[in-house]
């Protein structure tokens, strides 16, 4: 069936190909197993324990979900800008240049791209991979997915385009779906406010820091990089 012919599915986005999600998997597995291990991890224990009501059981997640990086949530077409998203021109032309610009969610559906996962996080609630995206990737990311969050994290608005790009890789029972991505947003904002957070260990994979009330970013020191194919999910 033709793209067109079909409705709005559940979510547009980049799933990574199975040979890279087995290494994402691994990598933050390792990476929790080693951060549960350190001192000041034990030291910082009880704002985890305060804000946490249920543990974020990863294995568990990591067989209920395919990973994947959403650009647009759609809810069928019922999210706000769905069909906005859906039609968006692939290039800011000119508009005597219309017919000759297609819409980059069908120009790119089923193309290959390389992701690069800069940095992982966790909090109470989520743990997920940070994707910085790439000036072509940011053709396919909506232009208020982080404007969409503001009531949560006001410093949304004031952080550069694909700030939200992420991969979710676990979230405690209970935590609504769109929390990994506002979990994130939030340290980045603390960033960008000039709190750079406590540097707590050098690690292998890269600089460990703790950013107060249980959230942990671990900024790679060489990035994943990801082969991700775009495409949506019905559900
Ligand atoms: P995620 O992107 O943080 O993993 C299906 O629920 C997918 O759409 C999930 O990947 C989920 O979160 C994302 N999602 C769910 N509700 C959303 C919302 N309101 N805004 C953005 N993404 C959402």
Same mark, same amino acid.
């Given at each position: ?18 040979? =890279? #999600? ?7 597995? /390792?990476?929790?197993?080693? $951060? /549960? ?29 395919? *990973? ?15 069909? @906005? ?7 800011? $032309? ?14 790119? +559906? &089923?193309?290959?791209? @390389?992701?690069?996962?800069?940095? $992982? ?11 910085? *995206?790439?000036?072509?990737? *940011?053709?396919?990311?909506?232009? /208020?997915?982080?404007? @969409? ?27 609504? #779906?769109?929390?990994?991505? =506002? ?7 603390? #960033? ?18 703790? +950013?107060?009330? &249980? ?19 019905? &559900?």
């Amino acid at each position: 069936v033709p793209l067109e012919e079909t409705s709005l599915p559940l979510f547009f986005g980049w799933f990574l190909l199975p040979s =890279i #999600q087995d290494k994402v998997r691994c990598t933050s597995l /390792d990476f929790l197993k080693t $951060l /549960d291990t350190l001192e000041a991890f034990k030291k910082h224990l009880p704002d985890f324990t305060v804000e946490a009501e249920k543990e974020v059981d990863l294995e568990q997640y990591f067989q209920a979900n395919a *990973l994947h990086c959403t650009t647009k949530f759609c809810d069928y077409g019922k999210a706000e800008g769905a069909k @906005e998203y859906a039609d968006k021109p692939f290039h800011q $032309l000119s508009r005597w240049l219309v017919s000759y610009n297609p819409a980059a969610v069908k120009e790119l +559906y &089923g193309s290959v791209f @390389e992701l690069s996962l800069s940095a $992982l996080f966790v909090t109470p609630r989520t743990v997920g991979a940070r994707v910085s *995206l790439s000036e072509d990737q *940011l053709t396919l990311w909506p232009a /208020d997915a982080e404007k @969409e969050v503001v009531s949560v994290v006001p410093a949304a608005t004031t952080l550069p385009a694909g700030s939200r790009a992420h991969i979710t890789l676990g979230c405690a029972e209970g935590v609504e #779906q769109l929390q990994t991505g =506002i979990d994130l947003l939030e340290i980045l904002a603390l #960033q960008q406010a000039g709190q750079e957070g406590e540097l707590v260990e050098e690690m292998e994979l890269g600089s460990l820091s703790y +950013y107060g009330k &249980g959230r942990w970013l671990l900024s790679l020191r060489e990035p994943i990089s990801a082969q991700a194919c775009f495409s949506s999910l019905y &559900g």
